[in-house]
């Protein structure tokens, strides 16, 4: 008996060692998700600081509305048991009360629903934005376009597990992630390409449908370089789950740098011989189909 505690207490401070090494490597990497994690992903850009205060301002409002409630409940139940009052009063009216369980809730809503537009309206306009990133959903890969910095494109898709490196994390480490600098107002435009998909980076406070034929738009500025991950969040089909979203936030000079790399990686794509085949291929299917809906 006096053995199987020991080793129970034993493996229970290895388990107590490894989650806390792992949440330790966790916090070394930037927002993400982690096992047994409370509450939200740390704030990357104004919008998310802006959001988890208003969060913090409806659970304070809700917290004293439940103990108000709760209080009247256990107020009743104490004060007017039959027991300690067996004759019920006969009251059915009471214009003050009346007025008040009126007024007061009307006032609640607009506590809340002035800071709630004030939210919606900042995230919906975005402010003077350095440069634009379109992102287009496919079935089941993100794709990026960069048109400010000659239509740098690339198609990200997720790692699979048993090519995973160490440090990657599951389901959410992608083969090119998206690029993007520090301390920018950048303009997002989200698109979908077959079905419904949902650009969602949580610590960005982003959450875009990608719908075909529309364009929809959201901004993030992040203040600090590092890695950020999200998923899709939309169920889109059978590889919803494996969509994931990386994003490198880099420095200025860095981003740059990486720019001038991709420019010179697609300059390189574009010279190899029949190269520019596929290119046209990649553009043509929409018209080149048109012609055989019609012999159909
Ligand atoms: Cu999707």
Redesign the pocket.
């Known amino acids: 008996m006096m053995r199987l505690t020991t080793t129970a207490i034993r493996k229970l401070a290895t388990g107590l060692c490894a989650a806390l090494a792992l949440a330790y490597s966790n916090a070394a990497l930037a927002d993400q998700p982690h096992p047994w994690q409370f509450g939200f992903q740390d704030a990357a850009t104004p919008i998310t600081e802006w959001i988890h205060e208003f969060h913090n301002w409806l659970l304070i409002i809700i917290f004293l509305i439940s103990i108000f409630v709760f209080g009247l409940l256990a107020y009743v139940m104490i004060r007017f048991n039959h027991r300690s009052h067996p004759v019920p009063t006969r009251t059915t009216h009471n214009t003050v009360v009346e007025v008040l369980w009126t007024v007061v809730p009307v006032l609640i809503l607009v506590t809340i629903a002035i800071p709630s537009f004030k939210l919606m309206y900042y995230m919906d306009r975005v402010p003077d934005a350095k440069m634009t990133i379109k992102v287009t ?1 496919h079935q ?1 890969v993100w794709e990026y376009t960069y048109p400010d910095q000659g239509n740098i494109n690339f198609k990200s898709l997720m790692i699979e597990d048993k090519d995973l490196k160490a440090g990657q994390p599951r389901l959410l480490e992608v083969d090119n992630p998206l690029v993007i600098p520090v301390a920018t107002n950048i303009r997002v435009q989200v698109a979908g390409e077959d079905v419904i ?1 949902s650009w969602f980076v949580p610590s960005f406070g982003v959450q875009e449908y990608a719908v075909v034929g529309r364009l929809n738009e959201a901004w993030i500025k992040v203040e600090h370089e590092g890695t950020y991950y999200g998923e ?1 969040n ?1 169920i ?1 089909g059978v590889n ?1 789950a494996f ?1 994931p979203i990386e994003v490198k936030v880099v420095s200025q000079a860095d981003f740059q740098k990486w720019v001038q790399t991709q420019k010179t990686a697609m300059r390189d794509r574009d010279q190899v011989p029949g190269a520019d085949v596929t290119k046209v291929a990649d553009v043509a299917p929409a018209t080149a189909a048109e012609p055989a809906k019609v012999g159909n």
Request: charged share 0%; glycine share 12%; net charge neutral.
């Open positions: 959903g089941w998909h899709c939309q889109c919803h969509m």
